[in-house]
């Protein structure tokens, strides 16, 4: 039975490097010839092999970190600066198996600026997440004056009383809830 490494991928601008994160690596093969990317190994007694036609074009490969943990493959980018959107050329193919590599990735310089740049405008009120709207804050308020009004609104007599308007016709009730005799 064969198995398919985890392939975590980052660029630069000018390489393409893959990492395969397996134990007691041994007896690897790696090739990327006709743009086809080709990678099997033993691992704890298990055969790992992974084949696919890369993105774009690359001029030379080779790997430049090997231990008993992991082993690091570079590609050089035949075209140099050329960003890849992905590794494979076919979408979807091995998608649980080639990731990107985050801890990596280099963004170009154009992308660092744009994103200390970024443009709040359509997003007003969120300065400072300041209270609710209506409720002006506690800035000059004493325990004081903050018990009494907790007090008022227990008795009724912050105006509202609950009973205004139960009935939904408006404009018998007079102020404060008094009935308006005719």
Same mark, same amino acid.
């Given at each position: =039975?064969?198995?398919?490494?985890?392939?975590? @991928? /980052?660029?630069?601008?000018?390489?393409?490097?893959?990492?395969?994160?397996?134990? #007691? &690596? /041994?007896?690897? /093969?790696?090739?990327?010839?006709?743009?086809?990317?080709?990678?099997?190994?033993?691992? /704890?007694? *298990?055969?790992?092999?992974?084949?696919?036609?890369?993105?774009?074009?690359?001029?030379?490969?080779? &790997?430049?970190?090997?231990? %008993?943990?992991? &082993?690091?493959?570079?590609?050089?980018?035949? !075209?140099?600066?050329? *960003? @890849?959107?992905?590794?494979?050329? *076919?979408?979807?193919?091995?998608? #649980?198996?080639?990731?990107?590599? @985050?801890?990596? @990735? !280099?963004?170009?310089?154009?992308? %660092?600026?744009?994103?200390?740049?970024?443009?709040?405008?359509?997003?007003?009120? =969120?300065?400072? =997440?300041?209270?609710?709207?209506?409720?002006?804050?506690?800035?000059? =308020?004493?325990?004081?004056?903050?018990?009494?009004?907790? +007090?008022?609104?227990?008795?009724?007599?912050?105006?509202?009383?609950? !009973?205004? +308007?139960? %009935?939904? !016709?408006?404009?018998?009730?007079?102020?404060?809830?008094?009935?308006?005799?005719?």
């Amino acid at each position: =039975m064969q198995f398919t490494p985890t392939l975590l @991928w /980052s660029q630069t601008y000018e390489n393409i490097e893959i990492e395969i994160n397996l134990p #007691n &690596i /041994s007896n690897e /093969s790696f090739s990327c010839e006709n743009n086809i990317f080709h990678f099997e190994c033993l691992s /704890s007694n *298990k055969k790992y092999l992974i084949d696919f036609k890369l993105e774009m074009e690359v001029t030379q490969h080779n &790997i430049s970190l090997k231990n %008993d943990k992991k &082993i690091i493959l570079n590609l050089t980018k035949k !075209e140099e600066g050329v *960003k @890849w959107e992905f590794l494979a050329k *076919k979408r979807g193919i091995y998608k #649980n198996n080639i990731k990107i590599n @985050w801890d990596k @990735w !280099e963004n170009s310089d154009d992308e %660092d600026d744009d994103s200390k740049n970024i443009d709040m405008g359509g997003m007003g009120g =969120m300065g400072g =997440m300041g209270g609710m709207g209506g409720m002006g804050g506690m800035s000059g =308020m004493d325990m004081n004056m903050l018990q009494e009004m907790m +007090g008022n609104m227990k008795n009724g007599e912050d105006g509202d009383d609950g !009973e205004d +308007g139960e %009935d939904g !016709e408006d404009g018998e009730d007079g102020e404060d809830g008094e009935e308006i005799s005719e």
